[in-house]
């Protein structure tokens, strides 16, 4: 695989200049992950609208399925990225690794979304039944679970983009979960 260079503002079309300097305002810099959508004239807008786009999930639990979802599909780039943001969201290390390995032990309502995303993800959408079921019994709803599966399919974009495009990784690294003991 030959890896994609990272577009700079300069070598991107004005909305896409525009975009940038919006997320340079807001986060302090433009991710490399979301510079490479910058090489499509729609594609960088067109994910940031869907990944803001109103749901059901609150900022933590959307952390839930980002991190079991990049996990499954081993997103190196999105393991270290939703990392960090789900420590700026209040998980502690160990909880995130089990949050990657699909799992909660510490949440029984977190446990069942993080198994439903990793079911999803592993089964491409085929689900197991009673994976849907213990999600409902959780205290999800029908929304959550359709808001989910849309959220699944938002991080397996950037999944595959990072796993086909190999752009430099710009959050702290992450062990991989095969060398951590949970």
């Known amino acids: 695989m030959s890896t994609f260079n990272v577009p700079k503002r300069e070598e991107v079309s004005e909305g896409n200049q525009a975009i940038f300097d919006n997320l340079e305002k807001a ?10 959508y910058a090489h499509s004239e729609n594609a960088l807008g067109n994910y940031l609208a869907l990944s803001g786009a109103k ?5 933590k639990q959307k952390e839930v399925v980002n991190l079991a979802v990049s996990q499954v599909n081993n997103c190196s780039y999105c393991l270290a990225a939703h990392t960090a943001i789900g420590k700026m969201n209040g998980f502690i290390e160990a909880q995130i690794l089990e949050l990657r390995a699909g799992e909660a032990s510490f949440d029984s309502k977190l446990d069942a979304l993080a198994k439903l995303a990793k079911n999803i993800t592993e089964n491409r959408g085929a689900t197991d039944e009673e994976v849907v079921t ?18 699944v399919g938002d991080k397996t974009i950037s999944n ?8 430099p990784i710009d959050f702290p690294a992450v062990q991989s979960l095969e ?4």
């Open 27 to 36: 986060l302090g810099f433009v991710p490399n992950l979301y510079a490479t």
């Open 55 to 59: 749901t059901s999930l609150n900022a």
């Open 134 to 151: 213990d999600f409902l019994k959780a205290g999800w709803t029908k929304e959550n679970l359709v808001d989910t599966i849309v959220l």
């Open 160 to 167: 595959y983009l990072h796993r086909t495009t190999g752009v």
């Open 179 to 182: 060398t951590v003991q949970l």
